[in-house]
């Protein structure tokens, strides 16, 4: 057996909107591990809290309840839903790369300096970062004009290459994955899992959500179903009867 | 990641203060206006760090501290109490029990500031090259050819005109006064810079030069930041790391996405909600 | 002259002297630092030289032999109203123009060309004792600046001056450093004047009656006038258009500090500035 890389114990998240005095469940008792050089798939209803898990994850969330346990590269374990602030930074940068449907990135900055950016974080010369950043761009497919202007004014197929690209480039040990395909043309979604794949064979553990069931049954080594919380769960059987 | 600033329990009383004045005020209250003395709570307990590299973003409508946290930093006022340590190389400093000529050695050679208002930052009476070079000159530098060497150079560096480096910054417009000023503040190298709304009131397009201006320098010179904005843009583009105050507290603290995403207080929601 | 009753010798009454000796000797230990002081009034206006005078008078007694100047003229209206002011005031003391008799000078304008000694003192009369006085309004922050030696703004106005006229362009009031530390206005002296400042045997004593200041360059002390590394202070250049350096038409002496002044036929002259000097160049010439 693989060693775990991560570990999700009974993780909840839910959100208490303080204007509306309202609460809003998300995440549920959500278990799961995820292995090195393996892929767990989350599936599940709409409504299920799986991005919140991600989320969660990356800290762009703040857990509510649970633990996240990461085991770093030195073996020693460290929970996600705890760490500081400056923790989780060092771990974004070193550790856990995120790909979501968005790509969140500066403005007017050029594509190459997009997807060479998390290199270049890690202390690898610009020169160098920038080379890399190509290699994997025109192994996606990305046509080299694009390379030098800001992704904001592209296509979403080509700005979610960009968003992988960058994602990828650093071959982080945990990576997040929210629907990474989700608009991409079919010739290219088969670049990208090739690329994911290839991730995988290199020791990368991964955590991902697919908009496809096809793509789960392709590249998932485990699947983890989640089911919407009780409180959301009640309300959405209102809203059927 | 080395910690460059570390901030304990720093608080700002104007007036006599009295018992009273902290429960009496903070968001809760509403106010930082003490109804008993009158006085006003600037700021109440802040703490924070800052590792090196890093840019920490305070934000806050006015009247929430914010500026006068870097105000305090700075030495442009002293606290009515707590603690500041700023970790330079293998030495450790701290800020408020200095004297006054320690304080202003560390002023000019190892912290920038850069002000919203270019008048605070700047000398209108003597040319954009002469400001830069005061600071040189305060951190011993007395070889003229040099000064004006390094004076070019940094001016070239924040993109301004370099055939305008003999007039006045009166001459300027809003935005290249910003970058004298940013050229100001980085001319000894500090390890240190505080932002105080450096783009307010600019033209976007202009904000938006100065912004990746300052990104460019963060990356380049592994300056850390603390940046003062009630702009969430700013925070978005800038921090990694964020805090919210109002009524002279901290409020809330966190990752910047974490802060846009999934905001706590409820100050924060609404802060949020209304920027998208 | 009859001593005229009811005045003290030396005008000021000994209360006044003392306090002013005291001023001296705390700007003595502490060079180039502005000692204030209870500056009295005199029977003449403020910026006449009071404060110069009133050091001169705490200082002297009938055994000094007084030389006044102003401008490097002892035959001034301004030098002479003073002399006969502090002979009438100081019965006994003896006045002098030759500076190599004097025991104790009082100058407005000029340090005298002839190299001071050990036992004499030179006091100058100050309209401006503060060299920050040009780049900082409030005294309460000069008074700061100066004690944390923070110069770097008027450094800033010579850099500025070099920006504009490639040269820096002060004439007098040169600000100079003593000691390492201080930086003062060493009174109207021209730029000439200055180096003679650096390790004078003389004790150089300041007085500034309407800003009420007293302050001293103490003998064999660093006095060094503010300049960049690479564009070192310089005194006036005395060449004319073939590159010769000009003489005094009257004695010929080529290494003085020389007035220009235009004769009836509309030429222009060259003429020591140190009156004294120029006399005695053309009773014995050196050179």
Redesign the interface.
Known sequence: MRASILKVENFAKHFRLHEQNKFIPSSHDVNLTVYAGELTALIGPTGAGKSSVLKGIYRTYLPSAGRILYRHALDHEIDLVHASDHQILELRRCDIGFVTQFLHCLPRQATLDVVAHPLVTLGIAREEARRRAAELLSAMNLPERLWSVSPATFSGGERQRVNLARGLIARPRLLLLDEPTASLDPATSEIVIGLIEDLKAQGTAMLAIFHHPELTRRLADRVVELSPPPALAKSLEKECA | MNKVLEVRGLSKIYGPGCASCVESTGPEKETNLCPHCGSVVALHDVSFDLHEGEILGVMGESGSGKSTVVKNLYFDQMPSSGEATFFDADKQHDLFCLNAARQRWLRNHRFGMVYQNPHLGLNFNISAGGNIAERLLMSDLMDYGQIRERAKALLARTEVLLSRMDDLPGNFSGGMQQRVQIAKALATQPPLLYLDEVTTGLDLSVQARILDLILEIQQELKTAMVVVTHDLGVIRLLAGRAIVMKYGRIIESGLTDQILEDPQHAYTQRLVASAL | MSPHAGYNFGFLDEYAKKEIRRAILKAISIPGYQVPYASREMPMGRGFGTGGLQLTLALIGADDVLKVIDQGSDDSVNAVNLRRFIEMTCPGVSTTTRTQDATLIQSRHRIPELPLTARQILVLQVPYPDALVVVEASEEKRK?MH??A?Y??L??KL??D???FNEITISHRYPTRINGHYVIDPSPIPRWDVPELDHSAALILFGAGREKKIYAVPPYTKAQPLA????PFRVEDFRDEQGRRRGCHRCGCTNSFLDEFTDSSGKKLYQCSDSDWCDGQRRSPRE
Not at chain 3, 228 to 231: E, G, I, L, W
């Open positions: 700061t004690g944390e923070d770097s703004r450094l800033v850099y500025e070099i920006v504009k960049f590394d690479d564009v």
